[in-house]
């Protein structure tokens, strides 16, 4: 049972254009959001996190919208450039502890 | 810091034998787990620990063993190799509180014949 789902599956953007990749939850206890960011041949990173008591968070070109009626959370990169070509997972974390549940990932691609 | 490391990095298997995907990290770390990522699934849990002598199953433990002597050291094994478990498999530590950022490994890209 996949509790978050993400979409798209795959992105491609042009330099300086926007990228918007969207997740759906399930689990209302989940109270932790984070984005993480994986190049080919690593590990994924953090690249932002949100919590539901706030409706969005910007760090740089990354912004988290949050919709908690809607149980809905997406990554928006503004003036996305080829160093941003990776793949995004969404995640969500509940009260009880430190598991993580991921989204099935987006591999971006940003053209020169 | 070296983070977290992984080894081996590749390995290739044949159905039917058993290993050992080590894991360590110098964070002094409580939380310790291993995923496995396959194409279009995502990260899903296979097992975790929070602190040294504890481990608890994740979502897909089947075919897998972990243990947690101490901790810095997290190894998964593999008890006998099935095709299934041909995937890029991370280990990952945090701090044990909810909102604390996990690191990852580089990865072990495993493949069984």
């Known amino acids: 049972q996949q509790q978050v789902k993400q979409s798209p599956q795959s992105l491609i953007v042009q330099k300086g254009g926007i990228s918007i990749i969207n997740c759906a939850y399930e689990?209302?206890?989940?109270?932790?959001f984070p984005w993480y960011q994986q190049f080919p041949g690593k590990g994924p990173a953090l690249l932002i996190a949100?919590?539901?008591?706030?409706s969005e968070k910007k760090e740089g070109r990354f912004t988290i919208s949050f919709n908690k009626s809607a149980k809905q959370f997406s990554l928006h990169i503004m003036d996305s450039q080829p160093g941003d070509s990776a793949t995004y997972f969404c995640?969500?974390?509940?009260?009880?502890?430190?598991?993580?549940?991921f989204g099935e990932g987006t591999q971006l691609t940003v053209n020169p | 810091n070296a983070g977290v490391t992984q080894t081996p990095k590749f390995q290739v298997l044949k159905t039917g034998q058993s290993m050992t995907l080590q894991c360590a990290q110098d964070?002094?770390?409580?939380?310790m787990s291993w995923y496995r990522q396959d194409p279009g699934m995502g990260l899903r849990l296979i097992h975790y620990?929070?602190?040294?002598?504890?481990?608890d199953q994740g979502e897909v433990p089947n075919g897998y063993n972990v243990s947690r002597s101490t901790t810095e050291d997290f190894p998964l094994r593999l008890l006998s190799a099935a095709p299934s478990q041909t995937s890029v498999y991370f280990c990952?530590?945090?701090?044990?509180?909810?909102?604390?950022?996990?690191?990852f490994g580089p990865g072990t890209r495993l493949t069984v014949l």
């Open positions: 964070m002094n770390h409580e939380y």
């Open positions: 620990s929070v602190g040294a002598g504890i481990t």
């Open positions: 990952a530590s945090s701090y044990l509180l909810a909102r604390d950022t996990q690191y």
């Open positions: 689990n209302t206890a989940f109270d932790y």
């Open positions: 949100i919590r539901p008591d706030v």
């Open positions: 995640a969500a974390r509940g009260t009880s502890g430190s598991r993580l549940t």
